[in-house]
């Protein structure tokens, strides 16, 4: 079967780092995708890997292991802005269709 | 650049109605693909659509459809709604420069009583 597998919940201290891990078995794959979805609005897209390797943006940085369907999203210097669901999609073809996980919940606490 | 818009932003339906659903893809982008997200869980995709022609389909009934008109936009169809239609539907958008960057459009948030 498909799968994509993403913790509920994380919590962090403002300032901090979080590391969201998410597991994929999908029956094609051409990339990792993460989003960033604040509650009401439309998930932003954040990063995408497609090789094998940590991928940085500001902030923000992405992880992926095809061999091992594993990939991160790691955040640095938390603000309270990045409480918010945070989306791992896998690229499941090469016309756009994704599969997306449950999301994973962070909070930021002061 | 306008983003990926879609109408209309909330709507309430009852049971067994239709609907129809509206997006416009960012200028340039030719393909098309439509979600449906419930409370608490991720995007579940439905359709998508490139140059007009259906280039994939999710496991939704056959009460959904949809459609991608000569200027890129699309509509996505429900017909005979159920309680458990009710969602926030959303649209992407992709170009075709080689990147699979989607962008998505504020969601329909449909509420079926």
């Known amino acids: 079967g498909q799968n994509i597998d993403q913790p509920t919940e994380m919590t962090a201290t403002e300032g901090a780092i979080v590391q969201i891990n998410c597991t994929y078995q999908t029956s094609g794959f051409n990339g990792l995708f993460w989003y960033q979805q604040h509650a009401g609005e439309a998930p932003t897209f954040l990063s995408y890997n497609v090789l094998d390797g940590l991928e940085e943006k500001g902030r923000f940085s992405s992880f992926l292991s095809r061999s091992k369907g594993y990939s991160y999203l790691l955040l640095k210097e938390l603000q309270m802005k990045d409480s918010a669901s945070y989306l791992c999609?896998?690229?499941?073809?090469?016309?756009?269709?994704?599969?997306f996980g449950a999301g994973t919940q962070v909070v930021v606490t002061p | 650049d306008a983003g990926v818009t879609q109408s209309p932003t909330h709507l309430i339906k009852t049971r067994g109605q239709h609907v129809t659903l509206r997006c416009s893809p960012i200028s340039g982008h030719k393909s098309v693909s439509w979600y449906q997200q419930v409370l608490g869980q991720g995007p579940q995709f439905i359709f998508q659509y490139y140059e007009k022609e259906e280039r994939g389909r999710g496991n939704f009934p056959d009460r959904f459809s949809a459609r991608q008109f000569p200027n890129y936009s699309s509509e996505l169809n429900v017909n005979a709604l159920l309680l458990g239609d009710s969602a926030l539907y959303l649209c992407a958008s992709r170009g075709t420069s080689g990147t699979y960057e989607q962008y998505f459009g504020p969601g329909t948030r449909l509420t079926v009583t």
């Open positions: 999609a896998a690229l499941t073809d090469s016309w756009g269709k994704f599969q």
